[in-house]
């Protein structure tokens, strides 16, 4: 079982930034594939960024050159730094794990855009 708790949320101005950092359980966190998803009100939950265990990412055409994914294994941690934010990325963002055929989901965070 991996536990995953999200945080760095909250609310800013468009055109501001925000990071929200992931902090995984287990003694295997750098074999992890890692992922950013959200979810926006009435809508579907979607892929945002996501980093296997040898560091190759892959972003949603909607974030690409803003949003940046990375990850600490000594710090059993992923982060999403997030630039230039919209209006539309409000959303709830949630920390993903995948280990072998296992899923596991963190809470979620609330990110709210103001324009």
């Known amino acids: 079982q991996v536990q995953l708790v999200e945080s760095g949320g909250g609310l800013v101005q468009a055109g501001g930034s925000l990071r929200l950092s992931c902090a995984a359980s287990?003694?295997?966190?750098?074999?992890?594939?890692m992922g950013w998803y959200r979810q926006a009100p009435g809508k579907e939950r979607e892929l945002v960024a996501t980093?296997?265990?040898?560091?190759?990412?892959n972003y949603a055409e909607s974030v690409k050159g803003r949003f940046t994914i990375s990850r600490d294994n000594a710090k059993n941690s992923v982060y999403l730094q997030m630039n230039s934010l919209k209006s539309e990325d409000t959303a709830v963002y949630y920390c993903?794990?995948?280990?072998?055929?296992?899923?596991?989901w963190g809470q979620g965070t609330q990110v709210t855009v103001s324009s």
């Open positions: 993903n794990a995948v280990m072998s055929i296992a899923t596991f």
């Open positions: 287990g003694r295997t966190f750098s074999s992890y594939y």
């Open positions: 980093m296997t265990s040898g560091d190759s990412t």
